[in-house]
C-alpha cells in the first residue's frame, strides 16, 4: 500500500471521453489498495481561450482579475472527475485551491504556494474517498484567488505530495517519460528510467518542457518521488529521484537545447571597475535576466568586448536600455542577434569525471560549429552557437556521449 | 445619487465585445454619481457546456460536484467584467459567492440563499469601488459551492440589493420590459411601466418567464424596488414595485400562459373521505407538485371524476403511481392529455371588481373555447384549455379587457 499524488495535464482531460479514461486509471490504483489524491489542469485549451478572453478586454488585465478568470478552467475538471470517478463506484470529492487551502503569496499570475492545509485531505485519502484538487491555482493572503503560471499544476501536484507525504507523484502527461534528447529531433533518443532531480531541473531550466521547474524545485527539497509517464500507455515513466537512488551514474544523462536566447555584444567598452556593475544592475532593475555572460581579455588593458544573453522576449527592452547606457558605457558598437541557440549537457556524473567539456567542444569543432559564448555549473555545460546548427549539434553530442539508442 | 444594483444576464455578457458593453453602463452610473454594485450570469451557452459535460459522464451527477463545475461560468464573467471596467478607468473588483460570503442552505443546485455579508461591499460601494458579484452561486454550510438553479443570478440580485439597501435592482435582460402578454403572439401587447410583485409573482410562475419566481419573492418580502430593462436600447423598463406605489390600479394588468400542463383524469373515483387524501399524498411523497384540482359533483352519491394538473415533465412518473393506487382508489379509468394549456388573467384591480372571471368565461365561450378546468386566487383566474386555442385565447382575452395597444 502506497500513498500516491497522481496528476493529470491538459490533454489528459481534454474532453469527456478522456476525463472517463483518467478516472479508471485512478480507479485501478484505489482498488489496488493505495491512497490516492488527485490533480488537475484545466481541459486543453480551456486556459488558452480563458487568456484571450482577458486579452479582447486589456492587454494588461488586472492581475487580481485576470487569476479570478483563469483559475475557472481547473474548477470545472475536479467536478467532472468526481463525476466520473463517481460513476466507477470509487468515492471522490473535488478541492479548489482556497477550499483546503492552499495558500500563496501574492503575486498574482505567479505566485509560489507557501502552504497547504492538508490534514482533510489525507483524513479522506484514508477513508479512501480520493480528493481531487485543482492545479494551478491557490488563495492568497487577502482572500483573493491566485495562479501559479503556465505549467502550474505540476507544482501544486509536487507541493500537495510533499504535504500528505506520498510515497510518490505520478505527472501523468503527452509524452511517456523524460528522454536523453528531444526525440523529435534526435529519433535515437533513448527514455531514461531514471534522473535525479538535480538533472531534470536542469532539463527544465533549459527547455526541456516535461515539468514545471518550480515543481523539480519543490520535490528536491522536500525529496519528493516523482514519476513522469504517459495518460496514454501503460508504459512505465521515468523517476526523478535523488541522486543516491542512482547506482550508476551517466556521466552525461542527456543534451537540452533552448531557442529562447537572444545574444548582445558591447564591443570596445570601457575595461574598468564598475562597468559590469553598472550594465547588470540596470538591467536587473528592468526586470531582465540575465543568462551566460562572456567577457574577452582586454587587449590594450583599456577596452574589452562583453557578450551575454537574455530571453528573446526581453530583447527589445534590452536593446532600449542599452541605448540609454550610451555615455556611460562608452562602448563603441552594441550588436544583437537572436537567431543563436543554447545547447547543453547535463549529468551528475561529470563531477567525478574530466573531460566532459573537452568532448564537447571537440565535437563541435569537427563539425566546424562555432562556439559564441560558453557557461558551466557542476553538472551541466552550456555553449551558444547559432541557431541553424541547432539539429546537427544535438545529434553529434547524443552520439559523442554515447547515448544512442542501439 | 442612489445605490443600485444592476444584473446583467447571459446574452448580455455572451463574449467581450459585450462584456466592454455592459461595462460602459456600469460606468456611466457611477460616473452620475450612483454606488454600484453589479451582478453577473455565465456567458451565454457556457452553462449548458458545462451540464452538458456533466451529463455526458453521468446521467446522475453528485450534485455537489455539480455545482463546482456549473459556478465556475459565473467566475469568469465577473473577472472579464472588473478588468473591462478597469479599461474605462471605473475600479472594481470581482466576488465570487464564497468570497462576500454568500450563504445558502445545502440543497445543491436548488440551493436557497439564507444570509449575505455584505458590509465589506457597501464600503466598496461607497469609495465608489464596483464590487461585480457573481450570480448564481453561493457557498453551503460545509463550505461546498451551490448553484441557486436555473435564472437564479436574478434571485444573486435582487437579494444583494436587500442586503446592501439598495434604492433599486435593475434587471437587464434581452427584453424590455414586462408585457401585458407574449408579444411574440400578441402583436398588441404593451409594455407595461409599473407592475405589482404579486402581479409579476404570477406572471412569473405561470411561465412569464421574466423573472425568477424566487428573486420576485425576495423582492416582495424586502421591498426592493425592481426595474426590468433591456441591456441593448436605453428605453425605460417595467418597475416592479409595492402595490401603494401604483395609484390608478389597472383590474387586469396581463394575461399569461404555460405550456408546461398536463392533466390527468380519473373516472368513476369512489366518492368518500379519505381517497383525496390518498391520491395527493402519494403524488406529493412522490415529489410531484400538483396545480390545479377539479372534482365533479357525485351524480349518484357513490362514485365522481376526479381531474388535476401536474408538470409535463412529471407525467410519466405520475402515471406509474396512478396505476399502483389502481386497487386502493377504485378508479374506473385514468385519462391522461398533456395538450393542453394554461391561460390566466392577473390584475391586483380584481380583488376589488366583480366580474372578471365572468367576463374571461364568456369571452372563451364567445371563440368556442372549452374550459376543462379553473382555478382562481385573489388576483388571478386561471383556466384550462385545449393547447390548440392557445393563441385564440390570448388574443380574444387581451382585447376583451381593454390591453390592447392603441
Chains 1, 2 share one sequence.
Request: proline residues 2%.
Amino acid at each position: 500500500m502506497a500513498r500516491i499524488v497522481m496528476k493529470f495535464g491538459g490533454t489528459s482531460v481534454a474532453d469527456p471521453d478522456r476525463i472517463r479514461n483518467v478516472a479508471r486509471r485512478v480507479a485501478r490504483e484505489v482498488k489496488d489498495g493505495h491512497e490516492v489524491a488527485v490533480v488537475v489542469s484545466a481541459m486543453a485549451g480551456a486556459t488558452n481561450q480563458l487568456v484571450a478572453w482577458t486579452k479582447a478586454l486589456s492587454t494588461t488585465p488586472n492581475l487580481r482579475e485576470y487569476d479570478a478568470v483563469v483559475a475557472s478552467g481547473e474548477q470545472v475538471t475536479i467536478g467532472l472527475l468526481a463525476i466520473a470517478l463517481g460513476e466507477l463506484k470509487i468515492k471522490a470529492k473535488s478541492w479548489q485551491g482556497w477550499q483546503i487551502p492552499i495558500r500563496t503569496n501574492d503575486q498574482h499570475a505567479v505566485a509560489r504556494i507557501e502552504d497547504i492545509s492538508a490534514d482533510r485531505l489525507v483524513a479522506d485519502m484514508k477513508r479512501k474517498i480520493v480528493p481531487v484538487v485543482a492545479g494551478f491555482q491557490g488563495v492568497g493572503p487577502d482572500g483573493s484567488l491566485t495562479t501559479l503560471g503556465r505549467g502550474g499544476s505540476d507544482t501544486s501536484a509536487v507541493a500537495l505530495a510533499a504535504a500528505v507525504r506520498a510515497d510518490r507523484c505520478d505527472i501523468y502527461t503527452d509524452v511517456d517519460g523524460v528522454y536523453t534528447c528531444d526525440p523529435r529531433i534526435v529519433t535515437k533518443a533513448r527514455k531514461l528510467d531514471r534522473i535525479t532531480f538535480e538533472e531534470m531541473l536542469e532539463m527544465a531550466s533549459l527547455g526541456a518542457k516535461v515539468l514545471h521547474t518550480r515543481s523539480v524545485e519543490i520535490a528536491m527539497s522536500h525529496h519528493v518521488r516523482v514519476q513522469v509517464l504517459s495518460s496514454f500507455t501503460d508504459e512505465p515513466g521515468t523517476l526523478v529521484v535523488d541522486e543516491d537512488e542512482i547506482v550508476e551514474k551517466a556521466v552525461v544523462s542527456g543534451i537540452a537545447y533552448s531557442r529562447d536566447e537572444a545574444k548582445t555584444t558591447l564591443q570596445g567598452i570601457a575595461d574598468r571597475p564598475g562597468v559590469a556593475a553598472s550594465l547588470f544592475g540596470t538591467l536587473a532593475d528592468g526586470g531582465i535576466n540575465v543568462d551566460m555572460i562572456v567577457q574577452s581579455a582586454s587587449p590594450d588593458g583599456k577596452t574589452t568586448d562583453l557578450t551575454f544573453t537574455v530571453g528573446r522576449a526581453d530583447l527589445e527592452r534590452t536593446k532600449k536600455l542599452i541605448a540609454g547606457l550610451k555615455k556611460k558605457l562608452a562602448y563603441r558598437k552594441a550588436l544583437f542577434d537572436s537567431s543563436v541557440v543554447k545547447v547543453s549537457v547535463i549529468g551528475v556524473g561529470m563531477r567525478s569525471h574530466a573531460g566532459v567539456a573537452r568532448r564537447m567542444f571537440q565535437t563541435l569543432f569537427e563539425n566546424g560549429i562555432n562556439i559564441q559564448a560558453i557557461s558551466t555549473s557542476e553538472i551541466k555545460v552550456s555553449v551558444l552557437v547559432d541557431e541553424k546548427f541547432t539539429e546537427l549539434a544535438l545529434r553529434a553530442l547524443h552520439a559523442a556521449y554515447g547515448l544512442d539508442a542501439a
